[in-house]
């Protein structure tokens, strides 16, 4: 069952929000070599001065990536992020990201200093999924268990009984099915909808959706696959049905990183923001990467699957934050509290998950075992 909610206009200004025009035309202007060169070292010795650490997403800039990795930060998705963050002895989080991922780290680590080059880094998915119309539509049906995705807001998460990630969202809506329960589930109608197929639970699904997987296409990607036939294709399950019907792996970005690692193939046409390619060809030298192609209402070229909020975070500005301090991430203290019980139920079932799955010592059937089990 579904249910239309509303269309949100990611080319307008929404309020105070930074709209998709709006956005790309504050992406940083590429650096020169030498501008590149001092920015970086730059911003080393700002995180030592501030003993600072810098987590950033797989979907940043590839510099802002490498940088974390040579300062002994973190390149990942947007829990590992929070929980390095956690882990990690510094008091001050750098998080290259959109807000959600910033708030996310603040609720792991409510002690500690969340500082984000650009607040005004959005999500369409937390963009479309509005606090007080969500509670509303909560309240219309307190018979089910609400199940949020990791890209909503603090007040979102706060509203929920379960967190999930896109690595685990299916084991824990097949063990809630399992128990009779009725979900409902927000705010990536397309994930929502493959979760609803693979474990025919009773699932109402919020009619959100990513705005850069929402523009893959199934015919072009069919046509794109013709040209390479000998490619695998790697999708993230936030893409429409059409293009999940078409995978060879359908997962997380850690999940589809590990399969373009392990995977016997030379080339693959990966359906996800363009922004993991930079990781795909580090962790699997050698190998091609092709970008599948988008169309639709946002698309503006064949092949630009990249978010105009992730674009925003760059060298220069993260600098700045650093330099100046600002730019911090606030989530109220009880607010946070309420917003972090999914989030360590989510971390709790994950973990029991874990020691209940033995492995066997069969490679094939351990990873399969194991394949849900992870970060978003």
Same mark, same amino acid.
């Given at each position: 069952?579904?249910?239309?909610?509303?269309?949100?206009?990611?080319?307008? /200004?929404?309020?105070?929000?930074?709209?998709? +025009?709006?956005?790309?035309?504050?992406?940083?202007?590429?650096?020169?070599?030498?501008?590149?060169?001092?920015?970086?070292?730059?911003?080393?010795?700002?995180?030592?001065?501030?003993?600072?650490?810098?987590?950033?997403?797989?979907?940043?800039?590839?510099?802002?990536?490498?940088?974390?990795?040579?300062?002994?930060?973190?390149?990942?998705?947007?829990?590992?992020?929070?929980?390095?963050?956690?882990?990690?002895?510094?008091?001050? @989080?750098?998080?290259?990201?959109?807000?959600?991922?910033?708030?996310?780290?603040?609720?792991?680590? #409510?002690?500690?200093?969340?500082?984000? %080059?650009?607040?005004? =880094?959005?999500?369409? @998915?937390?963009?479309?999924?509005?606090?007080?119309?969500?509670?509303?539509?909560?309240?219309?049906? #307190?018979?089910?268990?609400?199940?949020?995705?990791?890209?909503?807001?603090?007040?979102?998460?706060?509203?929920?009984?379960?967190?999930?990630?896109?690595?685990?969202?299916?084991?824990?809506?097949?063990?809630?099915?399992?128990?009779?329960?009725?979900? *409902?589930?927000?705010?990536?109608?397309?994930? +929502?909808?493959?979760? $609803?197929?693979?474990?025919?639970?009773?699932? *109402?699904?919020? $009619?959100?959706?990513?705005?850069?997987?929402?523009?893959?296409?199934?015919?072009?990607?069919?046509?794109?696959? =013709?040209?390479?036939?000998?490619?695998?294709?790697?999708?993230? %399950?936030?893409? #429409?049905?059409?293009?999940?019907? @078409?995978?060879?792996?359908?997962?997380?970005?850690?999940?589809?990183?590990?399969?373009?690692?392990? @995977?016997?193939?030379?080339?693959?046409?990966?359906?996800?923001?363009?922004?993991? *390619?930079?990781?795909?060809?580090?962790?699997?030298?050698?190998?091609?990467?092709?970008?599948?192609?988008?169309?639709?209402?946002?698309?503006?070229?064949?092949?630009?699957?990249?978010? /105009?909020?992730?674009?925003?975070?760059g060298l220069a500005n993260l600098a700045d934050v650093l330099e100046r301090g600002h730019n911090e991430i606030h989530v109220d203290s009880a607010l946070g509290e309420r917003a972090r019980l999914p989030i360590d139920r989510m971390l709790a079932f994950a973990a029991e998950h874990k020691r209940r799955v033995q492995a066997s010592g069969d490679l094939a059937r351990d990873t399969a075992l194991f394949s849900q089990v992870g970060a978003a």
């Amino acid at each position: 069952m579904s249910q239309a909610i509303r269309k949100v206009e990611y080319d307008r /200004p929404q309020g105070a929000v930074c709209s998709v +025009g709006q956005a790309w035309a504050r992406v940083p202007d590429a650096p020169s070599t030498a501008e590149r060169v001092a920015l970086k070292e730059r911003i080393r010795a700002l995180l030592k001065r501030e003993k600072a650490v810098l987590v950033a997403h797989y979907y940043v800039d590839p510099e802002l990536q490498e940088l974390a990795d040579e300062t002994g930060g973190c390149v990942a998705d947007s829990l590992e992020m929070a929980r390095f963050g956690r882990d990690h002895e510094a008091q001050t @989080l750098v998080v290259a990201g959109v807000r959600f991922m910033g708030e996310t780290a603040k609720i792991l680590s #409510p002690n500690k200093r969340i500082l984000m %080059p650009d607040l005004d =880094a959005t999500c369409s @998915l937390d963009l479309g999924c509005p606090i007080d119309e969500f509670s509303a539509f909560c309240d219309e049906h #307190p018979d089910r268990t609400v199940v949020v995705y990791a890209n909503t807001s603090a007040a979102v998460k706060a509203r929920a009984d379960w967190m999930v990630t896109s690595s685990i969202g299916l084991e824990i809506v097949a063990d809630l099915h399992a128990k009779g329960e009725k979900i *409902l589930w927000a705010p990536d109608r397309h994930l +929502g909808s493959y979760i $609803q197929k693979k474990t025919g639970a009773d699932m *109402l699904l919020w $009619q959100g959706s990513c705005l850069v997987h929402d523009e893959f296409k199934g015919i072009e990607l069919d046509l794109l696959r =013709a040209e390479y036939p000998d490619a695998k294709i790697l999708v993230h %399950p936030e893409s #429409p049905e059409g293009v999940v019907a @078409l995978a060879d792996v359908v997962g997380s970005t850690t999940q589809l990183i590990d399969a373009a690692v392990k @995977l016997d193939a030379q080339r693959f046409i990966v359906a996800t923001d363009l922004g993991i *390619l930079h990781k795909m060809r580090l962790a699997a030298p050698g190998k091609t990467f092709i970008e599948a192609p988008t169309a639709g209402n946002s698309a503006t070229c064949k092949s630009c699957a990249h978010c /105009p909020w992730m674009a925003m975070n760059g060298l220069a500005n993260l600098a700045d934050v650093l330099e100046r301090g600002h730019n911090e991430i606030h989530v109220d203290s009880a607010l946070g509290e309420r917003a972090r019980l999914p989030i360590d139920r989510m971390l709790a079932f994950a973990a029991e998950h874990k020691r209940r799955v033995q492995a066997s010592g069969d490679l094939a059937r351990d990873t399969a075992l194991f394949s849900q089990v992870g970060a978003a």
